[in-house]
């Protein structure tokens, strides 16, 4: 089963940006990393995705995908997906002598990353994505 990009989207903006009537059980750095998570989940989706329509033969290896996307999609979204995914990767990662995320640059990366679906043709979050 797989869940669709705009799905990990809403899942990570009800973790940074929750309700106002929202109970916290977890700190905001948690919070925030686990909706890096969830960003980097919908950013690799949303290009496995677009390179399905394109050329399908170019989700098999993650690299290649991110080394072409600038003769397909553009010089400006090509750069945007690297900085976006170096960024949510680092994010992910946990380790002892640093702070987690704020939450405030994921928010950041959260608003790259809805525009980033979009301009991989992926905003309704459905396109080229199996269920089941």
């Known amino acids: 089963m797989s869940t669709s990009p705009g799905s990990l989207v809403t899942a990570a903006r009800g973790l940074v940006q929750p309700a106002p009537s929202t109970v916290h ?23 496995d995705a677009y ?3 394109v050329t399908p033969s170019m ?9 072409c996307l600038e003769w397909y999609a553009g010089q400006d ?19 002892t002598c640093e702070l987690p995320p704020g939450p405030a640059e994921i928010r950041t990366r959260l608003l790259e990353v809805t525009g980033l679906l979009s301009a991989l043709g992926v905003a309704d979050g459905r396109e080229g994505v199996a269920d089941g």
Do not use: E, F, N
Not at 59 to 67: A, E, N, S, V
């Open 51 to 53: 390179w399905r329509r």
């Open 25 to 47: 059980t977890l700190a905001p750095g948690l919070r925030a990393r686990a909706a890096a998570v969830l960003l980097r989940m919908a950013l690799d989706q949303a290009l």
């Open 59 to 67: 989700t098999r290896i993650g690299k290649h995908r991110m080394l």
């Open 77 to 95: 979204t090509a750069r945007r997906c690297r900085t976006t995914w170096s960024a949510l990767s680092a994010a992910c990662h946990y380790r």
